[in-house]
């Protein structure tokens, strides 16, 4: 059974830092790639950074988010990472890990329960 635990979601004011991880088991982790996904009120769910899988990881990430944000994994522990800095409101949503095929956005798997993440002053 394939399993997503995102955590480490809050609340934090505009400018602020988050880390998000992301446990993950009954795949094998290391070959697959994975994305950080988020959905706000209202509006569909998106893709905000991804990561390939294999030996040599290339991160892509969506137009708002660059600069800002920044993926990671640890293949050894089966997670994965989203460094959030410069916080703004419009990054205010539920933050969730998916595996995802190469130049493909969908999700792979049924989603876990996200992580919440509030930019408010």
């Known amino acids: 059974q394939v399993q997503f635990v995102e955590s480490g979601g809050g609340l934090v004011q505009p400018g602020g830092s988050l880390r998000l991880s992301c446990a993950v088991s009954g795949i094998n982790f290391a070959l697959f790639g994975m994305g950080w996904y988020r959905q706000s009120p209202g509006k569909q769910r998106e893709l905000v950074a991804a990561i390939s899988g294999g030996s040599r990881a290339r991160a892509e990430y969506e137009a708002s988010v660059e600069g800002r944000f920044t993926i990671s994994r640890d293949n050894a522990k089966n997670l994965l990472l989203l460094q959030m800095n410069s916080l703004k409101p419009e990054d205010t949503a539920v933050y969730y890990c998916?595996?995802?095929?190469?130049?493909?956005?969908?999700?792979?798997?049924?989603w876990g329960q996200g992580t919440q993440v509030t930019v408010s002053s």
């Open positions: 998916n595996a995802k095929y190469a130049n493909i956005k969908t999700a792979i798997y049924s």
